[in-house]
């Protein structure tokens, strides 16, 4: 990779004139105000499906709406034994010890795939699994030399009162 450096001075400068101002930046129309995210969220009915029993939250009823319009229908639910393996190695990446699982498969709970999900999310292996991927991202920046200009930026944000993953 090549290019020069910048020092800290020019990468805050070059960070604060690509940040607009509220004075510079270009007045919102009536017409802006159309687009999706200026709408406000508008809660709507869920849809009357036929398979009421396979209907768990306002979600599912959407999904078995479109199937159903379609001639389809949901899958049948995995067993326990496939639901506890999946969570594990999707959130974890390792397999459960056979104290787990007697314990999840003895759990007769409606809510027990929510509370084993729950407890692997608050896992320190968790963490250990996705921690590398989402910190890698910064790595890069630090490797190819844009750190000072990242770190330029931030500041340039903070001091305007904006938010920025550092």
């Known amino acids: 990779m090549g290019g020069s450096r910048r020092s800290g001075r020019e990468a805050v400068a070059t960070a604060t004139a690509v940040t607009p101002t509220a004075s510079s930046a270009p007045p919102i129309t009536a017409k802006d105000r159309e687009f999706w995210a200026f709408r406000k ?76 999900v729950d407890r692997l999310l608050a896992s320190p292996q968790y963490g250990e699994r996705w921690g590398p991927p989402l910190a890698r991202p910064r790595r890069l920046y630090r490797r190819a030399g844009l750190r000072q200009t990242i770190s330029a930026a931030s500041c340039s944000m903070k001091a305007s009162g904006a938010t920025a993953i550092t």
């Open 41 to 116: 969220p508008v809660t709507q009915p869920a849809p009357k499906v036929k398979q009421t029993a396979r209907v768990r939250t306002p979600i599912d009823a959407f999904i078995l709406a479109r199937l159903e319009a379609k001639g389809l229908a949901l899958s049948p639910d995995a067993p326990k034994l496939t639901l506890l393996r999946r969570a594990y190695f999707d959130l974890t990446g390792l397999p459960p010890t056979l104290e787990e699982l007697q314990q999840y498969i003895s759990d007769n709970r409606p809510d027990a795939y929510e509370r084993l």
